[in-house]
Structures are given as structure tokens and as C-alpha cells.
């Protein structure tokens, strides 16, 4: 079964020092602050996972990729299965 959001937030990190799994926790923290849930998914342009990590986890977030993001941006949300 695909994974759907309908609604997430879009988040920007460039930051070169850090990796995937600190940016994303970064993103995550931020959307539970504002929000007050945690989010379990985060979908990512392809070009920032590896062809061998085509679906992992980021903490307990799922990480998917789409081709519709633009690299360096997270689009984070809560999904149920």
C-alpha cells in the first residue's frame, strides 16, 4: 500500500555539515512544536537517498522519496496505513 499525506509541511535545509537523519529530526522537532504531534512521514527528492535506501527511517519517521520535491526540501506529515 502507498503511503498518502494530504496535508505535511514543507521544510528547507541546505546545510552541508549535517546529515539526512539530523536534518529530518531538525524538521520533525520544528512540526512538533507547532503542530503538537509528531510527524511519521517524510518524503525527500530521490537524489538524497541512496538507490539502496529507497524507504528507510529517519528516527520513527518514514522516509520516501518524490520526484516532485526540489533537493534540500522535506515534506513532513502524518499519514495512518
Not at 549535517?18 to 510527524?39: D, F, M
Not at 537517498?49 to 529517519?58: F, G
Request: proline share 4%.
Amino acid at each position: 500500500m502507498e503511503a498518502e499525506m494530504d496535508i505535511g509541511m514543507l521544510w528547507f535545509d541546505n546545510d552541508k555539515n549535517s546529515e539526512l537523519n539530523t536534518k529530518v529530526e531538525r524538521a520533525a522537532a520544528y512540526y512538533q512544536r507547532k503542530y503538537g504531534q509528531s510527524p511519521n512521514i517524510c518524503f525527500v527528492h530521490p537524489s538524497m537517498i541512496s538507490v539502496s535506501e529507497k524507504q528507510r527511517k529517519a528516527a520513527a519517521i518514514e522516509l520516501r522519496t518524490s520526484q516532485s520535491l526540489l533537493p534540500n526540501h522535506f515534506w513532513l506529515g502524518i499519514y495512518s496505513q
